[in-house]
Nanobody, 121 residues
């Protein structure tokens, strides 16, 4: 199971870095996605990094968020910049064992408990 961390309260326009790791799981061998789910809304994929290292982003975060992978630390990061109130959500990471970044959250496994990000002044 993955473990997410780094969430918290941040002001609009600020930055935050989320971390995703899984003891005993080599993140570089699979696709790792970041998702978010706000109350009453469907879970959406924010970003994903494939086994090959290619990254994809949702339209709502492209240009503001950056996904990266540190193989030495076996950790995937989501750097969030210029955050907006609509980024407020619980953020999760999960893996698609095919190594491919599929759009839909269905098919991703080993979901963590999530980390809360709140954007507010």
């Amino acid at each position: 199971q993955f473990v997410e961390s780094g969430g918290g309260l941040v002001q609009p326009g600020g930055s935050l870095r989320l971390s995703c790791t899984a003891p005993g799981f080599t993140v570089a061998k699979y696709a790792i996605g970041w998702f978010r789910q706000a109350p009453g809304k469907e879970r959406e994929r924010v970003s994903c990094i494939s086994e090959g290292g290619s990254s994809v982003y949702s339209d709502s975060v492209r240009g503001r968020f950056t996904i990266s992978r540190d193989e030495a630390k076996n950790t995937v990061y989501l750097q969030m910049t210029d955050v907006k109130s609509e980024d407020t959500s619980v953020y999760y990471c999960a893996t698609h064992v095919t190594g491919i970044c599929y759009d839909n959250y269905v098919g991703y496994d080993y979901w963590g408990q999530g980390t809360q990000v709140t954007v507010s002044s």
